[in-house]
């Protein structure tokens, strides 16, 4: 885009040429990428270029906090294979935004941030500039790659660079650091259009070695108990029919992690979600697609991974991943769709089932639990407990499967992950690797914004606080997003009392309160209900109109457990084990 037309008279005869700047060399960068929403929160100096890129099309979405925005960018980046772009003015928008980002990179996801900076000159000199920091610094211990742009010629190198950075091999946060001053730098329009750069190919396919192939079916033709578990960089790959084929060819009964849910429907014969302790305790072979072997599987040893010695197959894009907790045995290095691909040509028109003892007994565990949970997903309890209210929405995911569940919180994440079924790949989107409470309301503006979906976020009244201004910003681009807040009146429970004076105990919040005003606030309907009933007919209300909807959902405050299903990992639990 052509910006200004300034007449240049140097010696006669005078020439007229056409100039560009900074402001529209990154639009332009950015659109010549197909990357075309932005999550931000404008102030000095990207005010302008906010105004200007919405000007030239690209879409701009302005939260209340960058926190908010940096988790919209990243969870853009998972649902989209692109990466979400959050910007955030310098210093203190820049750190805001930064948890996000580092957010992005520990769970692989493509996130670029983007942010202004004050001038390099006072900065280097600690003379105390607005907003001053050394941000590329700050930044580059917490993400994959860090950049720092300095000449508006190089803004199509930099944004090519943070581009390629983000989503090829692993996928990662990326930060690009823009200085005022580049903003308003003018050049050549035809020198500055030359100088963009098109990514061509940003992740490239990586082909598994076919040896790593043959090692890894060898490993599971000779397995007697074989189990397949899938993880989020499964969902992210988008490589869903192939993995569906390989799953179903080979027969195994497979594990989801929290969000790959749906990537094969929970409720699919092999699912062994149900059965979650038994398979990991009795598998003999584990594959894991795209899962690390982090705290979330216990590392892969120990108690919940029983006594019988296990030999683990593991697909993954990074090949440091391999041996990270325990040996892996095959280690197949490669993008997820070429790696299964390449295992479903390998696996030939023969291939054997893994023996229907071990395929029975995990049908027969998962059936047994299913039905013990049942009669108490139905309960109409007033005051509603967490089985009762999640009955209902269990229902009605089963009957909206293309909406968009974001949940966290202690007990209202734990139970939600274990009772909602999902039916179809990336519909689940929650806490990740960090188990970080925040991202609730930013990832259901982006996944509304990105898919067009209906969102349904099923948040701990704690959970939600961390982001809950942003329903200010659902209530504004009037978004089809209804938060149901799970009010137990504070963290894990709402019953603690402080022993030694008149403050509130930690963990509880003020009694009773009513989260559904804040909505009417901003001109959103707000719904309290006490009863499953209620709730059903409130969440199905708000999926029909998909006006923004918040209902506070009053839960029994003694519902809860401590830490939710995890109170294992407190430190006070330990010692009362000695
Ligand atoms: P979960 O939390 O669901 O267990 P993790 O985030 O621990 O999943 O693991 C995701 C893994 O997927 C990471 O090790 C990452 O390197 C890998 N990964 C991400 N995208 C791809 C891809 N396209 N191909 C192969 N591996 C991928
Ligand atoms: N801060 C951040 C950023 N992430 C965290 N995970 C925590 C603090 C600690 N934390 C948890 O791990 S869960 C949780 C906190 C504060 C809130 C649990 O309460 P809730 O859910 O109301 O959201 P339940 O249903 O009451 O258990
Ligand atoms: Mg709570």
């Known amino acids: ?155 199509g190198i930099g944004l090519a660079r943070a581009i390629r950075a983000a989503v090829s091999g692993r996928p990662g946060g990326v930060y690009l650091d823009l200085p005022a001053k580049l903003f308003g730098q003018v050049m050549d329009a035809e020198a500055g259009a030359k100088s963009l750069v098109e990514v061509i190919d940003a992740a490239p396919a990586q082909l598994p070695a076919p040896d790593s192939i043959r090692r890894a079916l060898d490993v599971l033709k000779g397995a007697k108990r074989p189990l397949i578990i899938l993880g989020k960089g499964a969902a992210y790959a988008q490589a869903d029919d192939a993995i569906r084929q390989f799953v179903e060819k080979s027969g195994i009964p497979f594990l989801p992690m929290s969000m790959a849910k749906g990537l094969l429907p929970d409720l699919h014969p092999q699912c062994a979600g149900a059965a979650r302790s038994t398979v990991l305790k009795d598998s003999d072979v584990v594959m894991l697609i795209g899962a690390r072997l982090n705290w979330l599987l216990s590392h892969g040893k120990g108690k919940s991974w029983g006594d019988a010695p296990k030999k683990f197959i593991q697909i993954d894009i ?17 993008d997820i769709g070429s790696c299964v691909d390449a295992l479903l040509a390998g696996m030939g028109a023969a291939w054997a089932a893994p023996p229907t003892d071990w395929t029975g007994a995990v049908a027969k565990k998962r059936d047994e639990n299913v039905a013990k949970m049942a009669p108490r997903l139905m309960n109409n309890n007033v005051p509603m407990d967490y089985h009762g209210a999640l009955g209902v929405l269990r229902t009605i995911i089963k009957e909206r499967p293309d909406a968009i569940l974001v949940n966290e919180g202690a007990n209202t994440l734990d139970l939600a992950r274990g009772i909602i079924d999902m039916y179809q790949p990336r519909k689940r989107l929650d806490v990740g690797t960090w188990g970080v409470m925040g991202i609730g309301m930013g990832y259901a503006v982006a996944a509304a914004v990105e898919t067009g979906n209906p969102v349904l976020a099923v ?30 009146n504070g963290i894990y429970r709402g019953t603690d009392v402080n022993s030694a004076g008149d403050d ?68 006070q639990s330990a010692l009362k084990k000695k």
Not at 105 to 129: A, Y
Not at 477 to 487: A, G, R, T
Not at 520 to 528: D, K
Not at 546 to 558: F, G, M, Q, S, Y
């Open 459 to 488: 948040e701990g009244d704690s959970a939600f606080g961390f982001s809950g201004m942003e329903v200010e910003t659902i209530c504004r681009y009037q978004l089809p997003v209804c938060v149901v807040i799970f009010n137990n």
């Open 1 to 155: 885009m052509s910006a200004v037309v300034q007449s240049i008279s140097s010696a006669a005869p005078e020439v007229e040429r056409e100039l560009t700047d900074g402001f529209n060399l990154i639009i332009d960068a950015l659109k010549l990428n197909g990357l075309d929403t932005i999550y931000g929160v404008p102030g000095i100096p990207i005010t302008d270029f906010g105004r200007m890129a919405q000007a030239a099309g690209i879409r701009v979405l302005s939260f209340r906090h960058e926190q908010n925005a940096g988790y919209a960018a990243s969870i853009a980046g998972f649902l989209t294979k692109k990466p979400g772009i959050c910007l955030t003015v310098s210093a203190p928008g820049f750190l805001n935004g930064l948890t996000a980002l580092a957010h992005a990179t520990t769970n692989c996801f493509p996130m670029i941030l983007i942010s202004g900076s004050s001038e390099r000159e006072i900065v280097d000199l600690q003379q105390g500039d607005y907003e001053e920091m050394d941000q590329l610094a700050v930044a580059k211990p917490l993400c994959k790659a860090a950049f720092r742009v300095l000449h508006a010629q190089d803004i």
């Open 504 to 571: 509130p105990a930690t963990t509880v919040f003020v009694e009773n309160a009513r989260y559904d005003r804040m909505m009417e606030a901003f001109g959103g309907v707000g719904v309290n209900v006490v009863s499953p009933d209620e709730l059903k007919r409130a969440v199905n209300a708000a999926m029909d109109s998909r006006k923004p909807t918040l209902i506070n959902a009053v839960i029994d405050p003694t519902a809860g457990s401590e830490s939710g299903r995890i109170g294992n990992l407190n430190p």
């Open 318 to 334: 990074e090949p440091k991943e391999m041996d990270s907790n325990v040996e892996i045995v095959a280690p197949v290095v490669g």
